[in-house]
């Protein structure tokens, strides 16, 4: 088997227990894309029980979207654990430029080295300090004009950083890669985006960043494609991208993701 | 293309980002919403950024379900900012009456002139100060009882005011019609209601009170009509809608709905 | 009709309001199930609205996964107000052992006398004292082991003790049987064992703790085994569970489930 599927394989087989410290909007479709993997998903996230409770993880997310009071607190405190224990991580700094709190709390979090840095053009830019963010949760920037602040943001960090968006960028500053596969219905449901932040944990989990990144980047838009092909509308995509992530062959996997 | 038609037309041009202070239950189910009908979500509800996020967005939805203790600070002080900058909103005061919090905090609210309210007959009469509100989330009065109430809401704060039910009422205060679509399976499943409060947001983005009201009553009760044609119970009934608010065509809405 | 049948036909009749204290990653889906089964949801946890808003209430069901901050202070009080006022209720009492708040808050909660406590193995034997809880939400112990836990804390409590797994066992000190009904894709998705909890909550508010707890098992497990049998994977899997929690014939229950 191929490096991609060997990744997938690896997390039905080990079943990671994935915390996930990430957007209350989407929380539930990010536990259930993680179940549909394969993994198992733990959501608590407040200060008196995310940090006792991460110690048991595989890996954690951490997506900084709907970011709570509660959540406030309790991801910077949790996130420290996690990079103390050695336990790897993904940090998704949902929706940061304008966000007055989410914003400089990306910034001080990206400093605990997560192993996978995963956000649409303008948050990345807006991470490595080169922009101003996007709209709301969605990017105004085309990902080329953040493959340099990319690049720079994994260097610096030592982390994979994944620019998503209709084609996906993937660099660790010496080596980049491009993904053109997925779907547009991908942008028309919520959740697409966190639940492939929580894909990328699973994978962290059995995994090195690398490859890691690009099995859930592949997994989820291969998913998507066959998801598409039999839904009528945005909502049969969403449900029908859950049977798709449990279907996929890991077999298949690199021949059909034709990375470049 | 004929007035209802026409501003579902415009949702799917403008893609108005919808900024929503709503229920944790089904903030999920409102965001597809949104998305299906072609508008973008934002759903952060904290006062550390909410009111700097409404700022970039076209239209604002407080929603009174579920209502959290960040929520509650968060709201009245947002809705503020919004009413300032003439950014439109929608006003839907779930479940008032009998709750402590929300009861005053809806009537504190509906003096910032939101440019719809929307809400079941006992919600209304509550909000109106007339009625004691209804069983939890349901309404124990008629549409009919709230007719009165619903006119002098409107007239008092300049507001269109949306009675929901199995027949529906709108008025402004001078005119009034009622809307006679829909499925008993939008009562089934949760949400339906609350994306109702997200599309009439939407509209109310890119047009006046009267017709935006109008067409996201129309546009949610239509495709529930189509959606609950090819669905076997209530589970898929949920998701199918999702399909039809993004598949309907603005060209038979108008002619469809049988506006009286 | 046969006693379990007869439950699900009085949740339909009489559509209890299920008030639910419970995790934020699977309200949503606990609330469509409710509605599906023929009760109604309500879903505020605040210390600020819940002790009120419990008082209209048929039922209660506390759950405590990804207990929130909120949460942690409005549970007992609403609890409290529901034991006082003897209104039945469920106690789930999700994911105790490790974790530092919520363990001891079972504790407290289960002096107060839930009609039923539901929970895995690991939960029930850290509920007991002698276990120190599973990994995360899922159980790292045989529903066999926690057979003289469960047992014992039924008779100290004078509950219905409830412990899920591919077989359950269902005890009320006196008393056992088991149900080896259901299917994998259970436990492939979110919700399903919350939902349960929902369900209970619900036939308790129209029968006693016993033909209660069997009512609901069998209603959620019998439904499952229709729903895979038309599902691709466990997205349609969930979506179709639904429909048949809506479907189930009463008429069929007793017949079907086998009890032992």
Sequence with gaps: M?????????????????????????????????LAAGARPMMTETIDEAPTL??????LLVNLGTLSVDGAVGI????????????PWVLDPVAIGLAPVRTPLAREL??????????????????????????GPDATDPVTAAERAAALLAERHRSVVAVTGA???????????T???????????????????????????VAEPWPATLAALSWLTIAAE???????GPGTFKIALLDELAALEPEELDERVGLR
Tied chains: 1, 2, 3.
């Excluded at 910077?76 to 336990?87: I, L, Q, Y």
């Excluded at 084609?167 to 890669?177: A, F, I, N, Q, Y």
């Design 54 to 59: 991460v110690t048991v993880a595989d890996a």
């Design 226 to 232: 066959d998801a598409a092909e039999r839904s009528r």
């Design 76 to 87: 910077p405190v949790t996130a420290e654990v996690a990079a103390d224990r050695g336990t």
């Design 179 to 205: 993904l053109d596969r997925g779907h547009p219905w991908l942008a028309r449901v919520t959740g697409t985006g966190c639940a492939l932040g929580g894909l990328m944990a699973a994978c962290l989990a």
């Design 2 to 34: 191929a490096e991609l599927g060997a990744v997938v394989a690896e997390v039905r087989r080990q079943r990671p227990l994935v915390h996930c410290l990430t957007a209350a909007v989407t929380m539930n479709f990010v536990a259930d894309a993680l």
């Design 110 to 135: 990206v400093r605990l080295g997560p192993g996978i840095i995963k956000g649409n053009a303008s948050e990345v830019l807006a991470l490595a300090g080169s922009g101003a963010g996007g709209s």
């Design 167 to 177: 084609r996906d960028l993937v660099t660790d500053g010496h080596r980049s890669g």
